[in-house]
């Protein structure tokens, strides 16, 4: 059950990398790379569960904490095309 859980996972990644690769929008694709650290988080999970191994699941939290960071930054970058500016239309105001 847990290799077809995993295989179920690669190929979620595999579509997303390709999504990411195609777009059409840079928003597609910035969704696409999200999803695609989404999954890795999952095989880190599943790693953990098979391995029986409890320390990696602290090393899946802090990969989806960088993920998280990492795709609001990105979104702040394509929306503002400046990540320190906090001009009009931000997206931080409300």
Do not use: C, Q, W
């Amino acid at each position: 059950m847990l290799v077809l859980t995993a295989l179920a996972i690669f190929v979620t990644m595999a579509l997303a990398l390709i999504r990411a690769l195609r777009g059409p929008s840079v928003y597609d694709r910035i969704v696409a790379v999200n999803v695609f650290g989404t999954k890795t988080v999952l095989i880190v999970a599943l790693i953990t569960a098979i391995s029986g191994n409890d320390d990696l699941i602290d090393v899946a939290l802090v990969y989806a904490l960088i993920n998280f960071i990492a795709i609001v930054a990105v979104l702040k970058l394509a929306h503002m095309r400046d990540l320190a500016g906090a001009g009009e239309g931000d997206i931080t105001d409300g």
